[in-house]
């Protein structure tokens, strides 16, 4: 019984159940709460209008192929733009770590007080901290946004096949989805 607890009764919202009779399967409410009234329905016509559902989500393979290649260029440029802003933090860092140590060369000189260094150095280390933060947050963040939308589309074109081909526990897994 595929369709068994996937649907809710439209007149009582009891959960819907499946039984088998003269050779055929029906769907039809397990009226648990209150008398229904609703009818039973034969699975294969559950299965019908659940295919028609599927085709009206779905995209044309080409639309879908050409939506799916913007994505990539999109992504592509996106992944490039990320690049040269890490690249930017990184020679950040690399201006502090140079400052830091000129900072130390300017304490051992005797030019900067003991207290001096240490409030210079901790303003140095903490910006260094945020920028390293950043920087955390793009490698993470990286292709990753674009992974939601390039399953959406190859879902949406894979949902018209499962509406003509697919079996009736794919479909109702698609349609969960």
Avoid at 49 to 66: D, F, M, Y
Avoid at 73 to 99: F, P, T, W
Avoid at 128 to 148: D, H, S, T, Y
């Amino acid at each position: 019984y595929v369709y068994r607890g996937a649907f809710r009764c439209a007149g009582c919202g009891c959960f819907i159940t499946t039984e088998t009779q003269k050779s055929h399967n029906y769907l039809h409410c397990t009226k648990r709460k209150v008398q229904c009234d609703q009818a039973f329905v034969r699975e294969e016509v559950i299965d019908a209008q659940l295919r028609a559902e599927l085709k009206g989500v779905s995209l044309p393979p080409a639309a879908a192929a050409q939506a799916l290649d913007n994505i990539k260029k999109e992504q592509l440029s996106a992944a490039q733009a990320g690049e040269e802003a890490a690249q930017n933090l990184r020679d950040k860092i690399d201006i502090l770590n140079q400052r830091m140590n000129a900072l130390l060369d300017m304490t051992l000189a005797g030019q900067l007080t003991q207290v001096e260094y240490a409030q210079k150095k901790r303003s140095f280390v903490e910006e260094k901290k945020e920028i390293e933060m950043k920087l955390a947050a793009f490698a993470r963040r990286g292709a990753n946004r674009f992974e939601p939308l390039l399953n959406f589309y190859n879902d949406a074109a894979h949902v018209g096949e499962l509406a003509v081909s697919g079996n009736p526990e794919e479909n109702l897994e698609m349609l969960k989805k």
